[in-house]
T-cell receptor
Framework: DAGVTQSPTHLIKTRGQQVTLRCSPK?????VSWYQQALGQGPQFIFQ???????QRGNFPDRFSGHQFPNYSSELNVNALLLGDSALYLC????????????FGDGTRLSIL | DAKTTQPTSMDCAEGRAANLPCNHS???????VYWYRQIHSQGPQYIIH???NNETNEMASLIITEDRKSSTLILPHATLRDTAVYYC??????????????FGKGTKLSVKP
């Protein structure tokens, strides 16, 4: 039973570029959440998708956007990259509904030069 | 901001029980206590969660005080592989819309031979 998978594992971009990160949820899960983790910090919530709609959003600018597909997979897009966007981006999936644990992938390490 | 307070670091001898404390004095009646851990270079791993009763699974036990203002995660027989950052999280869980996870800085647990 495959867990949450993310691609790519590492990525290097330059300031001003755009990036797309991908996530396949754990089998049977229908809800996907994205988190950003800066070095030495805990993960910070970006947004959550359920039924192909953004349901919740954290304190991130509009440069961060996402999408969920009918097969529940998801993409995170970041435009106009800044040096401060360098971080580990984590995807977590869960089964929608009351009180279900989120299960994380191992993330995409994004470095901005 | 995180609603929990945890010690920055703790040590534990291999084979002994590791007891990780967490304060959540402002917890509300509909908020659950979740524990995750993050081993270096991996995504956070779900451990256990609870509302007010003590909980146990194959990984750990969760002891929540009667007033719910604090809790303790117990790893009964710590191994070197349990060395990780442990996050205690208070999460609102509502039907149809999952509360996101607000991570603090966690406790760095070092298990020593």
């Amino acid at each position: 039973d495959a867990g949450v998978t993310q691609s790519p594992t590492h990525l290097i971009k330059t300031r001003g570029q755009q990036v797309t990160l991908r996530c396949s949820p754990k089998s049977g899960h229908d809800t996907v959440s994205w988190y950003q983790q800066a070095l030495g910090q805990g993960p910070q919530f970006i947004f959550q998708y359920y039924e192909e709609e953004e349901r919740q959003r954290g304190n991130f600018p509009d440069r961060f956007s996402g999408h969920q597909f009918p097969n529940y997979s998801s993409e995170l897009n970041v435009n106009a990259l800044l040096l401060g966007d360098s971080a580990l981006y984590l995807c977590a999936s869960s089964l929608g509904g009351f009180n279900r644990p989120q299960h994380f992938g191992d993330g995409t390490r994004l470095s901005i030069l | 901001d995180a609603k929990t307070t945890q010690p920055t670091s703790m040590d534990c001898a291999e084979g002994r029980a590791a007891n990780l404390p967490c304060n959540h004095s402002t917890i509300s009646g509909n908020e659950y206590v979740y524990w995750y851990r993050q081993i270096h270079s991996q995504g956070p791993q779900y451990i256990i969660h609870g509302l007010k009763n003590n909980e146990t699974n194959e990984m750990a036990s969760l002891i929540i005080t009667e007033d719910r203002k604090s809790s303790t995660l117990i790893l009964p027989h710590a191994t070197l592989r349990d060395t990780a950052v442990y996050y205690c999280i208070v999460r609102v869980a509502q039907g149809g819309s999952q509360g996101n996870l607000i991570f603090g800085k966690g406790t760095k647990l070092s298990v020593k031979p």
